[in-house]
């Protein structure tokens, strides 16, 4: 979906959801890192958590910035990880929430 897709009301309901899921996941990972942290007592317990670490920061870059021909997946993704709700995005026309709802089951 290009710009001239997304009317301005529907770009501040995603971008806000957007930033609300990028939020949560930063606040999430923060609490798994001080729960595994606290579990670090040999030298693979501290490269898997560097692993997880590096997973994670991936996936956080991937969803970095707000891409109008892309936030249809990215939002879908943020719902099925359960970082934002379908609620979230009220506001949406019913075709995008219907794509983000279907792309979410998968």
């Known amino acids: 979906m290009s710009a001239t897709d997304w009317t301005l009301e529907e770009q501040t309901v995603a971008r806000h959801a957007f930033e ?8 999430a990972l923060i609490t798994t890192l ?10 693979e317990s501290v490269w898997r958590l560097h692993d997880y670490l590096s997973t994670e920061r991936y996936q956080y870059e991937g969803r970095a ?6 936030v249809l997946f990215v939002l879908a993704d943020m719902i099925k990880q359960q970082l934002i709700a379908l609620d979230n995005l009220q506001g949406l026309d019913q075709m995008k929430l219907s794509k983000i709802k279907a792309m979410s089951m998968f």
Not at 34 to 43: G, N, R, T, V
Not at 65 to 70: A, T
């Open 20 to 27: 609300l899921g990028k939020h949560r996941s930063i606040t």
């Open 34 to 43: 001080q729960e595994q942290s606290s579990k670090l007592d040999s030298p």
């Open 65 to 70: 910035e707000f891409d109008e021909g892309n």
